[in-house]
T-cell receptor, first 111, second 114 residues
Framework: GNSVTQMEGPVTLSEEAFLTINCTYT??????LFWYVQYPGEGLQLLLK?????DKGSNKGFEATYRKETTSFHLEKGSVQVSDSAVYFC??????????FGKGTRLHILP | ETGVTQSPTHLIKTRGQQVTLRCSSQ?????VSWYQQALGQGPQFIFQ???????GRGNFPPRFSGLQFPNYSSELNVNALELDDSALYLC?????????????FGPGTRLTVL
């Protein structure tokens, strides 16, 4: 069945550091791929998405590229801020709408 | 525009009891999905309702059931509660079915089963 695997956390970085959170997926078809973010005390928010191979999703300085050949959708940001501290979830969805999430990666940014 | 709201915020029940969680979808959204998020895990899909009918179900037993009302709000009912049902329950609404429609999540209901 479909699944998502993402790097385990927590990830701790200093402010202005470069961020990469790895995500790979297994899917039978051609899924849409997502990154969601969960800030402390808040609900899940869609951060970015890509719907087909080679698409790049971007938002708030975060980027991820849909790589079909490596079945990956790694999240990157060039310079993180303390306000980026949150839990990040990689996810996929096929035509049936069900979103399949990874286990989440907790990110701590130190000032 | 009001976002997705859920009630109650927190709930404590004992094993064997029944619970009802409620969700109000975002204005104009006719599709509601429910997810269970255990501590330290990603959310898992329970089921989806579209125009008052169940439209897909995840790997959850029948004691997890739901309803959607004509105003598209929704309820999640869990019977015969077990300790493992302790989790954050998330509701998400979308304009329609289909993975191209963004699902907007509520803040969740934290259920503790003792």
């Amino acid at each position: 069945g479909n699944s998502v695997t993402q790097m385990e956390g927590p990830v701790t970085l200093s402010e202005e550091a470069f961020l990469t959170i790895n995500c790979t997926y297994t899917a039978t078809g051609y899924p849409s791929l997502f990154w969601y973010v969960q800030y402390p005390g808040e609900g899940l928010q869609l951060l970015l998405k890509a719907t087909k191979a080679d698409d790049k999703g971007s938002n708030k300085g975060f980027e991820a590229t849909y790589r079909k050949e490596t079945t990956s959708f790694h999240l990157e940001k060039g310079s993180v801020q303390v306000s980026d501290s949150a839990v990040y979830f990689c996810a996929l969805s096929e035509r049936d709408d069900k979103i399949i999430f990874g286990k989440g990666t907790r990110l701590h940014i130190l000032p | 525009e009001t976002g997705v709201t859920q009630s109650p915020t927190h709930l404590i029940k004992t094993r064997g009891q029944q619970v009802t969680l409620r969700c109000s979808s975002q204005s104009g959204h006719n599709t509601v999905s429910w997810y269970q998020q255990a501590l330290g895990q990603g959310p898992q899909f329970i089921f989806q309702y579209y125009r008052e009918e169940e439209n897909g179900r995840g790997n959850f037993p029948p004691r997890f059931s739901g309803l959607q009302f004509p105003n598209y709000s929704s309820e999640l009912n869990v019977n015969a509660l077990e300790l493992d049902d302790s989790a954050l329950y998330l509701c998400a609404s979308s304009l329609a079915t289909g993975s191209y429609n963004e699902q907007f999540f509520g803040p969740g209901t934290r259920l503790t089963v003792l």
